[in-house]
């Protein structure tokens, strides 16, 4: 069971204009927003907040706060007395579980009867518990992520190769319409749209650095005709792949209506 020790607590109202700088500390830092929309970032990585979120900021971790609306929220710093493992930043506390504590430990706080600092940190460590939860709850979630990164890694590097549906089942290991699925909800698009994309960005590149022409240029990209490059090139950034070639080397700008 960790030790853990509150460094500071506060409770405040704060308005939509309030602007909290890149800062650090080097305790954990834990924010519950009882109400409240906005965002933060920890070490470069953005964040957006909403009512009942709560945020556990890291040791050392450079962070910020910029609200898009009025904040009801409380802030906690505390130290762990062992080493711990990777937590979550944020937890979604629809349930209310964590703000149960975060009240419990206001009125400890504002009551301070006989040994308030003893029921505080019992109290913080049902918060960091809960979190802890979290690592454990995620772990199966996480193992299918990495086979998806995995195929998305093996696409990254083969993607102006013929990759068939079995090569990416056989990545990832799991049957075509499964690994569909969960690449769709990792990055956003089928895996067809998404090697047609990277095609589209390779082909951006060879028509703006090389003098490949239009159908040498699709033909390396992995397009099986010219008729079908052109097209794809044309949905997906608006002009011909032939007026992409002369942007590139005027000052002429071709808008999509041209």
């Not at 083969?158 to 690449?183: G, K, P």
Request: charged share 25%.
């Amino acid at each position: 069971m960790p030790d853990i020790n509150v460094n500071f607590y506060f409770n405040r109202q704060d308005d939509v204009d309030y602007f909290i700088r890149f800062h650090s500390h080097k305790c954990y830092e834990l924010v519950y927003y009882f109400s409240g929309s906005g965002s933060f970032f920890v070490n470069d990585v953005r964040y957006e907040y909403t009512d009942k979120t709560c945020v556990l900021i890291p040791p050392n971790a450079v962070h910020n706060d910029r609200h898009a609306s009025d904040c009801s929220l409380a802030c906690i710093g505390f130290t762990v007395g062992e080493e711990c493992p990777d937590l979550p930043v944020l937890l979604d506390d629809k349930k209310g579980e964590i703000a149960y504590y975060v009240n419990a430990i206001t009125n400890e706080f504002t009551e301070k009867k006989k040994d308030y600092v003893a029921v505080i940190r019992a109290l913080m460590l049902c918060i960091f518990t809960l979190f802890r939860r979290q690592v454990d709850s995620g772990s199966a979630k996480d193992a299918k992520k990495d086979l998806i990164t995995r195929a998305i890694e093996y696409i990254d590097e083969y993607y102006l190769t013929d990759i068939t549906s079995e090569q990416l089942s056989a990545v990832s290991n799991y049957s075509y319409e499964r690994f569909r699925h969960l690449f769709r909800a990792v990055t956003g698009l089928p895996p067809k749209q998404y090697i047609e994309a990277k095609r589209i960005e390779h082909a951006k590149q060879l028509l703006a650095s090389t003098s490949l022409s239009v159908t040498e240029v699709g033909s390396r990209c992995g397009f099986s005709t010219t008729s079908l490059f052109i097209k794809k090139f044309s949905e997906s950034v608006g002009i011909t792949p032939y007026k992409y070639f002369r942007q590139m080397r005027s000052e002429v700008v071709y808008s999509p209506n041209q």
